[in-house]
């Protein structure tokens, strides 16, 4: 398994951006599919982005166009860039990273990720 820690979480104005990072421990942070998912109070973790160990990306229909997930593999990191910030998009977000065997191939759903990081909460403000 690989240890994942997020960080850049924190308040934000409606209409505004913050960028998370989740940095990946060990050596083969590339043979990792990553996801990032949000869960709000008293809901479920939704899925929000996820990408590929190639780079492919895919993002929830509810922040596609805002928010862009990217990584780095040199730096063992994954990035989720939020702009057009909604409150309804308060929530703590999680980082998940998912080992596949296919390159190209990612996951939608939270129990296909075997790692989680602890999550950093992002507040938007109306």
């Known amino acids: 398994q690989v240890q994942l820690v997020e960080s850049g979480g924190g308040l934000v104005q409606a209409g505004g951006s913050l960028r998370l990072s989740c940095v990946a421990s060990?050596?083969?942070?590339?043979?990792?599919?990553m996801g990032w998912f949000r869960q709000a109070p008293g809901k479920e973790r939704d899925f929000v982005a996820a990408?590929?160990?190639?780079?492919?990306?895919y993002s929830a229909a509810v922040v596609k166009g805002r928010f862009t997930i990217s990584r780095d593999n040199a730096k063992n990191t994954v990035y989720l860039q939020m702009n057009s910030l909604k409150p309804e998009d308060t929530a703590v977000y999680y980082c998940?990273?998912?080992?596949?065997?296919?390159?190209?191939?990612?996951?939608?759903?939270?129990?296909?990720?075997?790692?989680w990081g602890q999550g950093t909460q992002v507040t938007v403000s109306s």
């Open positions: 060990g050596r083969t942070f590339s043979s990792y599919a």
């Open positions: 998940a990273a998912n080992p596949t065997t296919y390159e190209r191939s990612v996951s939608f759903t939270a129990p296909s990720y075997g790692s």
């Open positions: 990408i590929s160990r190639t780079g492919d990306t």
